[in-house]
Each structure stands twice: as structure tokens, then as C-alpha cells.
């Protein structure tokens, strides 16, 4: 565990101050890769992508999930629940990458999605959707429909399973039936799961850069570039370690000030 967890860490922290290769021996440059990371434009338009991203993808990563957890729960029968709970779990089995090629297809100017506004009239709404720096990053982060992550809909799932019968009994008595009780009594008792799903999705969204990469390459200009992803090329094909390594220490700074203000705000809350 010291050697694959916390040896690359220290040596991304190293090397950060330093002007690297990869190969070399490393020199020391001080906070020049930091100045540099933090006053590069298209560091700056990672960043402005990245945040979008992380918004959008926390609405993608509560909503769709808590809606199919509600309408699961509250179907008649156990077997019922069963099955419907499966057919969300069984796609994990497609490796992501599949998923992604699949939606690059979706995404062309003679693809589904454009073959299907077409078939409806809506021809006028036809794009090249991957093409058009006003659409693509729009585009990566709301493909995958319906959007339901499946470990996001069984942890609320669980949740609600969680809560007690006499509850349920107690609201209806108060009239808290329908939405009523999902706004004002498994929201309120969700809030430990909803408060992970949201740590989770900030965490994951601020580091990943699979889609920007085998999708569109960070293009077209730096209109779908993430920080890691940038990080990512500059190591790959610069050959900046250094650089990049200081990139990665930016990433992790950000996450673990995230982290720690959500546990400040849950703690507040409780």
C-alpha cells in the first residue's frame, strides 16, 4: 500500500518543484511550475471547464439516482423491486470505454441523436455535436442517459430501506404522502447519503478526464481541456513532468480543501 498509494504522491510532491522529464535527473525550479500553472490561459479554461462540469455532474450524480431509488422503493412487492433494481445494475458489466465509443457515434453529424430530431421534425436542432466548441462539453458531460450511477441509486436505495415503518406511518398521519413525503421526510433522512453522493461526485468530476480524452482529445481548441487531462498531456506528450506533476498537486490541494468543507458543512448541519 506504501509503495503504489503514498510513494507516487510523494513523488508528485517532489517533483513538482522541479523541471522534469521523466528520464532525467529533475532540477529544482522552486514555485515557477505553480506561477506557471496558475497564470497559463489554457490552465484557466481547464479550470472554468472543470467547474461546469462539477455542477452539472452533481445535478446528474442526486437527481436521476433519487428518482429511480423513490420509484423503486415504492413499488408493490419485493420481486418487483428486485428486478427493476437489477436491470439498473446489470450495464456495470459494460466496460466505460464501450459506453464511450458507443455515445461518440450518438454524437456525429449522421448519428442517433441527429437521425432521431430529424425523424421528428426537429431537423433545425441538428448538430455536429462534438465539432462545435459551444456544444461538445455540454455533450460529454450529459451523455450516458439516464444518468443513474448505479453504487449513487443502491446507496440511496439502502437508505430508504433503512428508514423505519412507524416513520412512513407517522408522516402519512400528518398528511406527508406523495412528494410531500419525499420532500419533507426522505430528504431530510437522506441527508448522510446525499451528503457522500455529493462528496463523491466533486471528487470524481474534479480528476476524471476519460470522456475529454477519448472523445474529443480536449478539442475542439480547448473547449472540453479539464486540469487532468491537461495534466495528462503534458506528461504523455510535452514530456513536462515537472509541470504536470504540479498540475496534480493543484488537483489535490482542491480536493482536499472540497473534502474538508463538506465535512464542516455536515457537521454544522448535524
Given amino acids: 500500500m506504501a509503495y503504489f498509494s503514498y510513494v507516487p504522491a510523494y513523488t508528485a510532491m517532489t517533483r513538482a518543484f522541479t523541471d522534469w522529464d521523466g528520464l532525467n535527473v529533475p532540477t529544482f525550479t522552486g514555485l515557477e511550475n505553480f506561477q ?19 455542477v452539472l455532474g452533481l445535478v446528474l450524480a442526486v437527481l436521476p439516482p433519487l428518482l429511480v431509488a ?3 422503493f415504492n413499488l408493490r412487492g419485493q420481486r418487483r423491486q428486485y428486478a427493476w433494481r ?25 448519428g442517433l441523436i441527429n437521425t432521431v430530431l430529424g425523424s421528428v421534425g426537429l431537423g433545425a436542432w441538428r448538430h455536429d455535436w ?5 456544444t461538445a462539453l455540454y455533450s460529454l458531460i450529459f451523455l450516458g442517459f439516464p444518468y443513474i450511477d448505479v453504487f449513487f441509486l443502491l446507496l440511496l436505495y439502502a437508505g430508504l430501506q433503512n428508514i423505519a415503518p412507524e416513520v412512513f406511518e407517522a408522516g402519512k398521519m400528518d398528511g406527508a404522502v406523495g412528494w410531500r413525503r419525499v420532500l419533507y421526510l426522505d430528504l431530510p433522512l437522506l441527508r448522510p447519503q ?46 513536462e513532468y515537472g509541470y504536470a506533476m504540479a498540475i496534480a498537486v493543484l488537483l489535490m490541494l482542491v480536493v482536499v480543501v472540497l473534502t474538508g468543507l463538506s465535512r464542516l458543512v455536515a457537521r454544522e448541519r448535524a
Wanted: zero cysteines; hydrophobic letters at 50%.
Fill in 36 to 54: 506557471r500553472a496558475l497564470t497559463d490561459p489554457v490552465m484557466g479554461q481547464a479550470a472554468l471547464n472543470a467547474g461546469i462540469w462539477v
Fill in 194 to 239: 446525499l451528503g457522500l453522493i455529493a462528496l463523491l461526485s466533486v471528487i470524481g468530476n474534479v480528476q476524471y478526464f476519460i470522456s475529454p480524452l477519448v472523445l474529443t482529445s480536449g478539442g475542439p481548441g480547448y473547449s472540453t481541456t479539464v486540469p487532468a487531462l491537461l495534466m495528462y498531456n503534458t506528461a504523455t506528450r510535452n514530456g
Fill in 70 to 72: 423513490e420509484l423503486i
Fill in 86 to 110: 437489477s436491470l439498473f445494475v446489470v450495464p456495470v458489466v459494460v466496460p466505460s470505454l464501450v459506453l464511450l465509443l458507443m455515445w461518440g457515434t450518438f454524437f456525429r453529424s449522421d
Fill in 130 to 134: 462534438l465539432s462545435d466548441p459551444s
